[in-house]
């Protein structure tokens, strides 16, 4: 990075800190801290929505996945929109008639103590989970960029995200959310029309979508339904319903950024505008993907993305093999060029291109091979490294400092969303329900500021302990499914099925969680193969079944919210 780059990226990042602590240090309570003083607009809950949601991860892992799978992701959110409204005719009104702080509130009044904990723990804990793969996302750019210890960086910015959240609360995270999509979109959207204008003359987006095309990087929609494939319309609307259901109606980091609304109106189209927007965003960042793509079709890119990893290769005993390897890629890619802009002139589809683009991926292969057999103890996956090198190696001054600073931006974003929840989270429904009862507000305030530093510090511990999984933006939606169906599936109960009590819907849940967990073992051992939005359906339908089985055997147990305080 270059001079200007560390002005942009410093800059930035020191403005939305210490605009987030200064506007937010006075006149804290309890609740503010919490949920702010109900008084959000429409656009401000939105953005704020988005923003929690697209951490990092996505501006990291998106493009990677458009590099090498195209565009076929966007399917995961087709189910968002249908969520979006069903959540704004039904879970909106009742959140705000109860006036919750959290949405596990509601649950002990409509059903008991134990059960409104239990979804607390279940929440708390994938939720700590993802806060820890948000901090690892950007720690891995960091570490990278500046050649520093990946473990030292994680813990410089869990440091930097704790501070502001936990001396600003809720209201810092919502004012600053503003200003960080504003650094979002704009370095998105400049590195687009950069990427096109290094594109060769008469290289436009029709013609880079044509060449994405010989790849099926254009593949939109898949509508064969196959549960082990993790992305078609099927899996997408169902799957993904239901995801989305349970984050955006279960999930106190999201819950928390509606139950600020100055009204139900404001809360309502909140959600209804990021059903809207939401799709056309991942489009973007995916198409960003495949554009780069087109764009390392005439511009010879690393045979793998990793420079950890390469570097491990150059220094290794299997050095002379990887350069002979290398070799061999230095004429494909010349001849796979040719292919491609070959290809244009004609409409179908080129079996040249196939023929190269399979001798590249055995090329990949053969190089991840030789990386596991160097050090058995690299991950080999790089998808997550692709967006990274463009931007480092073809990105001009003060572009790379404004990328890092947008990777950071929703990076303290999303991590600070998800600390205030889970300190609101564990003080509101736990210590304050169950531990220490009728204490003043000030010592609540102070309770949930230490909790924010303690859930903080355990989130950087599991960012220091985490590996790639298959990629990041995956790795944070299974850690959601696991966890997101047995959770919906309480709320479901309470909202629409009133004959089922308490014990019922406690143990219903927890057969459920184990269950599902059972599945995705199996699922690493190739024993069965589902893919992981199916858990979420799987998850809620099995809470359903289970707690009506258990209810029939005990007809007394019934408490509906009707007759709640």
């Known amino acids: 990075m270059r001079e200007l780059d560390w002005v942009i990226l410093i800059a930035t990042l020191?403005?939305?800190?210490?605009?987030?602590?200064?506007?937010?240090?006075?006149?804290?309570?309890?609740?503010?801290?919490?949920?702010?003083?109900?008084?959000?607009?429409?656009?401000?809950?939105?953005?704020?929505?988005?923003?929690?949601?697209?951490?990092?991860?996505?501006?990291?892992?998106?493009?990677?996945q458009g590099f090498v799978d195209g565009m076929r992701f966007v399917q995961f959110y087709f189910g968002l929109p249908l969520a979006m409204i069903f959540l704004s005719i039904f879970f909106v009104p009742l959140y705000y008639k109860m006036r919750v702080q959290t949405a596990y509130q509601f649950l002990e009044q409509r059903f008991d103590l134990k059960t409104r904990s239990l979804t607390a723990l279940l929440f708390l804990i994938q939720r700590a989970m993802g806060a820890g793969l948000t901090i690892y996302a950007p720690a891995i750019v960091l570490s990278v960029v500046m050649n520093w210890n990946l473990q030292w960086t994680i813990v410089a910015l869990s440091i930097l995200t704790i501070a502001y959240t936990t001396l600003g609360g809720y209201k810092a995270v919502a004012q600053t959310q503003q200003y960080q999509m504003v650094v979002i979109f704009l370095g998105l959207f400049i590195t687009f029309f950069i990427l096109l204008s290094q594109l060769p003359d008469g290289i436009g987006i029709s013609e880079s979508m044509t060449l994405a095309g010989q790849s099926d990087k254009m593949h939109l929609v898949d509508f064969n339904f196959d549960?082990?494939?993790?992305?078609?319309?099927?899996?997408?609307?169902?799957?993904?319903?239901?995801?989305?259901?349970?984050?955006?109606?279960?999930?106190?980091?999201?819950?928390?950024?509606?139950?600020?609304?100055?009204?139900?109106?404001?809360?309502?189209?909140?959600?209804?505008?990021?059903?809207?927007?939401?799709?056309?965003?991942?489009?973007?960042?995916?198409?960003?993907?495949?554009?780069?793509?087109?764009?390392?079709?005439?511009?010879?890119?690393?045979?793998?993305?990793?420079?950890?990893?390469?570097?491990a290769l150059e220094s290794g005993?299997?050095?002379?093999?990887?350069?002979?390897?290398?070799?061999?890629?230095?004429?494909?890619?010349?001849?796979?060029?040719?292919?491609?802009?070959?290809?244009?002139?004609?409409?179908?589809k080129s079996t040249m291109v196939q023929r190269y683009d399979s001798e590249l991926k055995e090329m990949r292969l053969t190089a991840d091979s030789l990386i596991k057999k160097t050090n058995p103890g690299l991950d080999v996956n790089d998808k997550d490294y692709v967006f990274i090198s463009y931007v480092l190696k073809y990105l001009p001054a003060g572009m790379v400092g404004l990328l890092i600073a947008v990777i950071f931006s929703s990076s303290m974003s999303s991590k600070a969303s998800e600390l205030n929840a889970l300190a609101s989270t564990t003080i509101v429904d736990l210590y304050r329900r169950s531990v220490r009862k009728g204490k003043s507000d000030r010592h609540y305030l102070n309770a949930t500021k230490w909790m924010?530093?303690?859930?903080?510090?355990?989130?950087?511990?599991?960012?220091?302990?985490?590996?790639?999984?298959?990629?990041?933006?995956?790795?944070?939606?299974?850690?959601?499914?696991?966890?997101?169906?047995?959770v919906l599936g309480v709320f479901a109960v309470a909202f629409f099925f009133k004959k089922i009590g308490g014990k019922a819907v406690f143990w219903g849940a927890i057969v459920s969680e184990v269950i599902i967990?059972?599945?995705?073992?199996?699922?690493?051992?190739?024993?069965?193969?589902?893919?992981?939005?199916w858990y979420n359906l799987i998850g809620c339908v099995l809470v359903i079944i289970v707690s009506s089985i258990i209810q029939g055997f005990n007809k007394g147990d019934l408490k509906t919210y009707s007759n709640a305080e």
């Open 317 to 348: 005993q299997y050095k002379d093999e990887w350069q002979t390897l290398n070799t061999r890629y230095d004429d494909l890619f010349n001849q796979r060029r040719s292919a491609y802009l070959n290809s244009l002139a004609s409409e179908a």
């Open 452 to 486: 924010t530093v303690l859930w903080g510090i355990l989130a950087m511990l599991f960012a220091m302990f985490s590996s790639l999984f298959e990629n990041l933006i995956q790795a944070v939606n299974i850690v959601g499914s696991l966890f997101y169906g047995a």
């Open 14 to 64: 020191l403005f939305i800190t210490i605009y987030g602590i200064a506007r937010n240090l006075k006149n804290q309570t309890a609740e503010s801290f919490v949920v702010g003083n109900r008084d959000m607009k429409w656009y401000a809950i939105c953005i704020s929505i988005m923003t929690t949601q697209a951490s990092a991860v996505t501006f990291i892992s998106t493009p990677g």
């Open 227 to 311: 549960p082990a494939n993790r992305y078609n319309v099927w899996s997408g609307i169902i799957g993904g319903f239901f995801l989305f259901m349970s984050y955006f109606g279960t999930d106190q980091s999201q819950v928390g950024r509606y139950l600020s609304g100055a009204s139900i109106r404001e809360s309502r189209l909140g959600l209804l505008f990021n059903g809207l927007l939401k799709i056309p965003m991942q489009f973007f960042i995916l198409f960003l993907g495949v554009l780069v793509f087109v764009f390392f079709i005439f511009n010879k890119p690393p045979l793998h993305f990793n420079p950890v990893n390469v570097q």
């Open 517 to 533: 967990l059972l599945l995705y073992l199996l699922g690493e051992m190739d024993i069965v193969s589902i893919g992981y939005l």
